[in-house]
Structure formats: C-alpha cells, structure tokens
C-alpha cells in the first residue's frame, strides 16, 4: 500500500472556527510532513514530524497546530484562521533519516491534499 | 533563498514532441527529486537522482544532473496529453534534513 490518504477534501471554515485536517499512511513510514501550497506556486513546508516527534517548525503561526498521534497518523489543528491561510495543505510521509535525526531527504509519498478556505 | 530555479515556467508542445525542463540549484545536494502535480492534486513522484549519478531513465523519463552548474535537466520523450502537469524539482542539500521544491514549470501537452 502506497497511498497517503487525506481527509477532508475539501473544508470551507469561518475565521472563528476551529478545525482539523488529518493524513493516514500505512507503508511504515516514520517521517511525515504538512505542507502548505498557494495557487501556481510550489509547496511550503510547515512542519516535520520524524519518529512522532516534532523535528521541523518552519516558523509557522500557532493558529495551526499539528499533532502525530501514532506513526500512521498526522492530524492539523487549525484555529482562528486567516483568509491568506485558504491554500492547498498536503501531507507526505517517506522514511526517516537517521534515528534522531531532525528529518529526512529521501522520497516523499504525498495525499491528494485538503482544499481549505477561510471565509 | 535556498529554493531552485526552474524553466520554462512553461511549456507548451504538441502530443509526440519531447519536452524539456531545466531546475538549478545554490549549493551542493544529496540528491536532487522531480514530482508531477496534476492540477489541484497531490504530488507525484517521478525520479531520484544521487549527487554522485550522472543520468537516470524511468520509462520515457531521462534525468541528467550536472553537479558542477549545479542544475539538472528532465526530459519526457514521445509527450502525451495526460502528461500535462506541472512539474518541480526538489533538491535535498548536504548537511540539511529537508526537501526544497523550485517554482516549477507548468507543461501543456496539445492533442
């Protein structure tokens, strides 16, 4: 099994609500990613987890909060959000780097993304 | 910025031309990756090339790296219409633990 799956699709949400996106994989893989990706413009890493622990915090604003339950599973917290915040949010997964390590370089499985707007 | 240059930003050819997309880079890499993203999906991805490999092939995919201009090439042989997409490249530099994706080039591939 080679599929990253996402949920929702698609989320439309107020400024005032909260939120959350989650991303499943079951291929093993100890490092998972969110991204954030605007219209005709590449993906933004957000945040790295490696070994279900936070590795990488790419100075994003605390009205996103993720969260790595277990090693399959990788949820987005999202609260008081902004109308810049609407985007295409992608979760990957790939397998680690070294134990210990802050993430990795290697091949990276993505979901077919959350499409989110804020109103 | 550490993000990779890429171009064209796009690309227009008919179906049976060859299409070719060109990504540079800043500073030396571990590897250097190239992902699909059909519109509005998640992303694809296509091949990984080793900082110490010259040339790789996946079906009608060629790969070239050149580690001394920094830049690497993608070249799709004998287009399709279903290879319309877009398509980055994401460099892994050494000594860092996170993947970088370049701004892309956008590919239209005409039936």
């Known amino acids: 099994d080679t599929e990253v799956t996402q949920t929702p699709k698609h989320l439309v949400m107020g400024m005032t609500n909260k939120k959350s996106l989650k991303c499943e994989q079951h291929?093993?893989?100890?490092?998972m990613y969110w991204y954030k990706q605007k219209a005709k413009k590449p993906p933004e890493l957000m945040f790295v987890?490696?070994?279900?622990?936070?590795?990488i915090n790419e100075s994003v604003p605390s009205r996103f909060s993720p969260e790595c339950p277990n090693s399959s599973l990788l949820n987005l917290h999202l609260h008081a959000l902004q109308p810049e915040d609407s985007a295409l949010y992608l979760c990957a997964s790939s397998q680690p780097g070294l134990a210990g390590s802050s993430g990795t370089t290697d091949t990276q499985y993505f979901g077919p993304g959350t499409r989110l707007t804020v109103l | 910025s550490q993000q990779g240059e890429e171009d064209p930003q796009a690309l227009s050819i008919q179906e049976g031309e060859n299409a070719t997309m060109n990504c540079s880079y800043k500073t030396s890499i571990n590897n250097l990756q190239w992902y699909r993203q059909n519109s509005g999906r998640g992303l694809v991805h296509l091949i990984l090339i080793r900082s110490n490999e010259r040339e790789k092939h996946s079906g009608r995919l060629r790969v070239t790296l050149d580690t001394s201009k920094k830049s690497s090439s993608l070249l799709i042989t004998a287009s399709r219409a279903a290879d319309t997409a877009s398509y980055f490249c994401a460099t892994a530099y050494t000594g860092g633990f996170k993947t970088i994706f370049g701004a892309g080039t956008r590919l239209f591939v005409k039936a």
């Open positions: 291929m093993g893989h100890r490092a």
């Open positions: 987890y490696s070994y279900e622990k936070l590795s």
